[in-house]
């Protein structure tokens, strides 16, 4: 079965430090894996997917098929990028997303 | 706004009571989901349409919950005998299968608190 799995509930850093947001799958295929954002009192919405391959508000994510990551990275964490990320998979045929359970990051001024 | 809508914001209802949500899609989109997510979770998916089709029910859909989208557009989803495990916030999703992605858009959700 095709699952996500992030493994950190909190990542706490500093404005200007490097971030890294664990994402794992297993997934029976080629996957096509995203990750959402959800800031405070917003609803989710997509950040990024890896088939694009760019970089959105300075975050990128490289499909690791070996190790069957996609994690998220930011060299340089800014206080507007606390959030909720959520990493997800359109699983199986139909295509339907599903997501982890989701990291929340604090960025500390 | 041309984004996800979903009404109401908030209920509060007494357990036992029968509720129903509801969800505008994306005009254009042909695909509509519906997910729950508690506190600590990302989004669990409850079930989704294609069109107005029913094509997939998790096993999360107990036979309280009811979910419709009469002719491809709107959608709504109704708890009947609601239990306070029913609290939740529940968000509806729309996307365009077949366009190229697989993006999915959410509405702002509507959460349940039963009491």
């Known amino acids: 079965a095709q699952r996500v799995t992030q493994p950190e509930k909190l990542l706490s850093v500093f404005k200007g430090a490097p971030v890294e947001l664990k994402c794992n799958y297993s997934y029976s295929g080629s996957p096509e894996l995203f990750w959402y954002v959800q800031y405070s009192r917003q609803r989710l919405q997509l950040l990024l997917r890896h088939i694009s391959r760019e970089s959105i508000k300075g975050f990128t994510a490289d499909l690791n098929k070996g190790e069957t990551s996609f994690h998220l990275k930011k060299p340089f964490a800014q206080e507007e990028d606390s959030a909720m990320y959520y990493c997800?998979?359109?699983?199986?045929?139909?295509?339907?997303?599903?997501f982890g359970r989701g990291t929340s990051l604090i960025v500390h001024p | 706004d041309t984004g996800v809508s979903q009404n109401p914001r908030h209920k509060i209802t007494k357990r036992g009571q029968n509720v129903t949500f509801r969800c505008d899609p994306i005009s254009e989109h042909n695909r509509l989901y519906w997910y729950r997510q508690t506190l600590g979770q990302g989004p669990e998916f409850l079930t989704y349409?294609?069109?107005?089709?029913?094509?997939?029910k998790s096993r999360l859909l107990s036979d309280r919950f009811s979910a419709e989208r009469p002719k491809g557009s709107f959608s709504t989803l109704e708890i009947q005998r609601t239990e306070q495990g029913d609290s939740a916030m529940y968000l509806c999703a729309s996307s365009l299968i077949g366009g190229g992605g697989t993006e999915a858009f959410f509405g702002q959700g509507t959460r349940l608190t039963v009491v």
């Open positions: 349409f294609q069109n107005e089709a029913q094509l997939e």
């Open positions: 997800a998979l359109p699983s199986g045929g139909s295509y339907i997303p599903t």
